[in-house]
């Protein structure tokens, strides 16, 4: 992507410290608010309707990634990506795809309902939540545009917005109300906002949206975008397989229990994601036209800081995820509490390629990607179901954690072949992991 002018590297590094310090408030922020509304719902819903929501809103999910023609990654990392005509193509192929995507809802919910042990209440939830696909299609490109000049505040003050939004509504519903309906009403309601709101231009500035149907837009938007549909097509296989499966193999009651431990670990990926997806990837796109030593030098040196502060809130949750799980939740939820370190801990390596995956973007190869994600989706389909059959929940947990290792040698090899090796960042990176789970163990020890 080309540099702006007058753009130079002091410049750069500037927006990024900015863009980093309204990405940790953001994502901070989101989680508080997460967590408020998990301890309320909690108290107020069933575990059941909690676990149930869970497979609803995966499939929806996995209907959204399936579909992924890579609008954002090309909008960021194409020279027209300010280009109007180019936006407002890229937005009536986002509103074509949200129609397709509500309409294969329909279609599949009642085969869904089948597999899933014949629970015909998939067959109502599932079109309903689908109606969010619809939603989302109609978003303003301007947060494209946000994302690709790192406007992190901006994306901050809408996703709050929406979400705290969302989050009333399903409070609400839930206390005079309480059934299953309320998630869904509160997960419209979020989208809803969002969308309405990222077109409001004191939220987001940029283009007014208009239907636009550009030939060469559109063969650069599907050129870019194939590699990373079939990407995000296994990632979402990948990804979500303990959901898809352990929603087959055990009680909703069970999938919430796990689900509650899993958003807890799952916090230092989610931070690391939030910094690829508003800091990373841009930030490292604006420097692709530096010379490869160069490249290599700033990159890395991003990538290590990047991987100290994962490991370190790692380390932390590791540490300390079980008992605040078993402090904030009631007796249903407390078997989180064994499974909370031994998703963490296998986080690690995920942490290590997801900083990884934005040079191979950056540097247009993002077929190790596709080839990585295949992988391990074949990992989590082998893998969890005999897990559990041998080892039960313990089983499958491990599975879970231990399920993504091929990828991240696909994308580290990819890294070395394109000759920027990570290998000897890792290991010294690894090294500062292990030692601060150590502090944090001994630390444990002295207060709990």
């Known amino acids: 992507m080309p540099i702006p002018p007058g753009y130079d590297q002091k410049k750069l590094q500037k927006t990024a410290m900015h863009a980093t310090f309204w990405t940790v408030v953001a994502y901070g922020s989101s989680q508080a608010l997460r967590l408020v509304n998990s301890l309320v719902v909690t108290r107020l819903l069933m575990p059941e309707y909690l676990g149930l929501m869970t497979l609803i809103s995966t499939l929806v999910m996995g209907m959204n990634f399936l579909s992924d023609v890579g609008l954002l990654p090309s909008v960021i ?105 309320a998630l869904i009403g509160g997960t419209l309601a979020t989208n809803l906002a969002r969308t309405s709101l990222s077109h409001v231009r004191s939220f987001l500035p940029g283009i007014r949206n208009w239907p636009a149907w550009d030939k060469s837009s559109l063969n650069s938007l599907v050129h870019f975008g194939k590699w ?57 796109a604006k420097m692709a036209h530096q010379p490869l030593p160069e490249f290599r030098k700033n990159v890395l040196k991003y990538r290590f800081l990047v991987l100290c502060a994962g490991g370190f809130i790692l380390s932390v949750v590791v540490n300390a995820g079980g008992p605040v799980v078993t402090r904030l939740y009631d007796q249903r939820y407390h078997e989180a509490y064994w499974m909370v370190p031994i998703l963490a801990l296998g986080l690690w390596h995920t942490l290590m390629y997801s900083t990884t995956s934005d040079i191979l973007f950056t ?57 920027i090796s990570v290998w000897r960042q890792d290991a010294l990176a690894t090294a500062v992991f292990v030692a601060f789970v150590a502090a944090g163990f001994g630390l444990k020890r002295l207060i709990f």
């Open 228 to 284: 990373i549909m079939l990407g995000t097509a296994f990632y979402f296989f990948a990804t979500q397989a303990d959901r898809l499966i352990l929603g087959r193999l055990v009680s909703f009651s069970i999938l919430a229990v796990y689900n509650i431990a899993f958003m807890y670990a799952d916090i230092p990926r989610q931070v690391i994601l939030q910094f690829s997806y508003r800091v990373g990837f841009p930030f490292v």
């Open 77 to 181: 990392n194409s020279p027209r990506g300010d280009d109007p005509v180019f936006l407002n193509t890229a937005w009536s192929v986002q509103i074509i795809r949200g129609l397709v995507l509500w309409a294969g809802a329909v279609t599949l919910a009642y085969p869904l309902s089948l597999f899933y042990n014949h629970d015909h209440r998939i067959v109502q939830l599932l079109p309903v939540l689908g109606i969010s696909l619809i939603i989302n299609g109609f978003a303003s490109t301007n947060t494209f545009t946000a994302t690709r000049n790192i406007g992190v505040r901006s994306m901050l003050m809408l996703d709050l917005t929406a979400q705290i939004f969302g989050m009333v509504v399903v409070i609400l519903w839930a206390r005079f109300f309480p059934s299953v309906w």
């Open 363 to 419: 540097l247009g190869k993002p077929h190790y990607n596709a080839i990585g994600t295949g992988l391990y989706c074949a990992a989590m389909f082998i893998g969890l179901p005999l897990g559990f059959h041998f080892f039960g929940m313990k089983g499958a947990v491990i599975s879970v954690a231990a399920g993504d290792l091929p990828i991240y040698f696909v994308l580290e090899t990819g890294v070395a072949r394109e000759k």
